[in-house]
């Protein structure tokens, strides 16, 4: 009998283990590559890792899921159903903004109940409501549906699509967009805040970005039972069944580079992995500025990395009451006296405001397992501007989780300074320290036109052969739908596991 040689499949090593590092893995799996991921963590999720803490569990960072059929696509690679392992449960509405006024706007996916809830705000502006909203569905094919996963490998990727660009003016703002629709000052802000939700200033990101309240409408939003950290293990558990291999406390000190191309990492152990192709799911900053540092880079040089803009920082205040607040919906959005001038303070002149909006997320609403019966767990995240801005924050931090805590209790949660059972800070210094992300900005550099797609850093590396990138700092860019997409990317750039046979 005529035996032929096994041949061992070639090796893949990842280098961190959030959302997008995951994907990546998989999708490496079931290419035919042998995957390491390595986590410097004590857990796997990168922003998405669990805190738990006195009864309560809290998820670190993504709190909802949009375009879930990214997810049921991993599942599906690996010959599985998603279903068996998390469920997702729909959210309605979506989540409520409050005005500083008191009046209020719920945005849900039902168009008919979103028409109403515009003529109650603003009779005058129902019509032009509903030619945004054409308008972002537009958008949504072309920005999401079309070029979510495209490579953007060269420029002439970038010119084929600057003609569908300009031709929906992707040069304007979200906002200058909204505007252009809706006269009611709400109803600009109600539809123009999206870009915040993945580091962008609405009066900045490019219009493109005008696709999310299409996607919300198309796919619904929704919440994993149990936490976002379900969603992570169930990733890792594919991971495992491929007989890939995940390894934690494992921090990479620098990437290989052996004849112009990457030949695995070094961690801060020592140890050397050596591998066929390496993808790093940590900060592209960091990435070019310290793993790759050592190595002559052409296009992401420290000086142009210095130039570019970065998104802004977050100030997340976990905590968790010894009573239910009933009537406060699973997300909340808290809006503050200014919208502009706030944002121009965070973004641009880079000072910490007396004022701020927030992003409440009562996780309890909707699955009571996260506390212990009849408590509640929270979080609140505020916008502040990342490290640029010389914040003392070990300095700043209790005071302003104090005036976030006033604030809240004078609007959706009464007597709360008394409710409160427990309590944990994370500050843009967190982000630094923990997470490697450079200037503590909480979704790498800044979505604007000039860096976004063919402008971003590449999916695959322009300084390195065997080097990809996925994750917040690459393309698509930031939110669960944008690192799940760049994961996607790596299925066109990068060599069946077959090519190195």
């Not at 009066?203 to 696709?211: D, G, K, T």
């Not at 142009?304 to 976990?318: E, I």
């Not at 995240?381 to 005036?403: H, K, M, T």
């Amino acid at each position: 009998m005529n035996m032929l040689p096994r041949v061992s499949k070639p090796h893949a090593v990842v280098i961190g283990s959030g959302f997008g590092g995951l994907a990546a893995a998989i999708r490496l799996g079931a290419r035919g590559y042998r995957v390491t991921v390595l986590e410097r963590l004590d857990q796997a999720g990168g922003r998405a890792r669990v805190f738990r803490q006195d009864g309560f569990t809290f998820d670190a960072g993504p709190t909802i899921v949009t375009a879930p059929q990214l997810f049921e696509e991993l599942w599906t690679l690996c010959g599985r159903r998603m279903a068996d392992d998390v469920v997702l449960r729909p959210l309605c509405p979506f989540y409520r903004l409050r005005f500083d006024d008191g009046s209020h706007f719920d945005c849900s996916a039902d168009p008919k109940a979103m028409r109403a809830e515009v003529a109650r705000l603003s009779p005058g502006d129902v019509e032009g409501y509903e030619r945004f909203m054409a308008l972002s569905a537009t958008l949504c094919r072309l920005g999401f549906e079309e070029l979510g996963d495209a490579s953007f490998a060269s420029f002439a990727d970038m010119a084929r699509v600057v003609p569908a660009l300009a031709r929906y003016g992707a040069w304007r703002s979200v906002y200058a967009t909204v505007a252009r629709h809706m006269r009611d000052e709400r109803l600009r802000t109600a539809f123009s805040f999206h870009p915040l939700l993945i580091g962008g200033d609405p009066f900045r990101a490019s219009a493109i970005y005008a696709l999310i309240p299409h996607l919300e409408r198309a796919w619904g939003v929704h919440w994993a039972m149990g936490g976002t950290g379900r969603l992570v293990a169930g990733l890792v558990g594919l991971l495992r069944g491929q007989g890939s291999e995940l390894r934690l406390g494992a921090e990479v000190a620098a990437i290989l580079v052996e004849g112009g191309r990457a030949a695995g990492v070094r961690l801060a152990s020592g140890e050397e992995i050596r591998a066929a192709i390496t993808v790093s799911n940590a900060d592209s900053a960091w990435t070019y500025r310290h793993l790759l540092g050592h190595a002559p880079r052409q296009r992401w040089t420290d000086r142009r990395l210095d130039r570019a803009s970065s998104s802004m920082g977050l100030f997340v205040w976990y905590f968790g009451t010894r009573c239910r607040y009933a009537s406060v919906g699973h997300h909340t959005i808290l809006l503050g006296p200014r919208y502009r001038e706030l944002l121009r303070d965070i973004f641009r002149r880079k000072v910490l405001a007396a004022d701020f909006s927030l992003y409440l997320h009562r996780p309890t609403a909707s699955d009571p397992t996260l506390s212990p019966p009849g408590h509640d767990a929270f979080y609140v995240l505020s916008p502040v501007p990342n490290l640029q801005a010389g914040i003392d924050w070990r300095r700043e931090a209790e005071p302003y989780r104090r005036a976030i805590q006033r604030r809240l209790s004078e609007t959706v949660l009464p007597g709360l300074e008394e409710a409160i059972v427990t309590s944990k800070l994370v500050t843009p210094l967190d982000f630094r320290d923990d997470l490697l992300a450079w200037r503590g900005s909480g979704f790498g550099l800044e979505p604007v036109l000039t860096q976004s797609a063919w402008f971003r850093p590449h999916n695959r590396s322009e300084e390195l052969e065997g080097l990809y990138l996925v994750g917040a700092g690459t393309h698509p860019g930031a939110g669960l739908p944008g690192v799940l997409s760049s994961a996607r990317v790596l299925d066109k750039v990068v060599p069946h596991a077959d090519a190195f046979v």
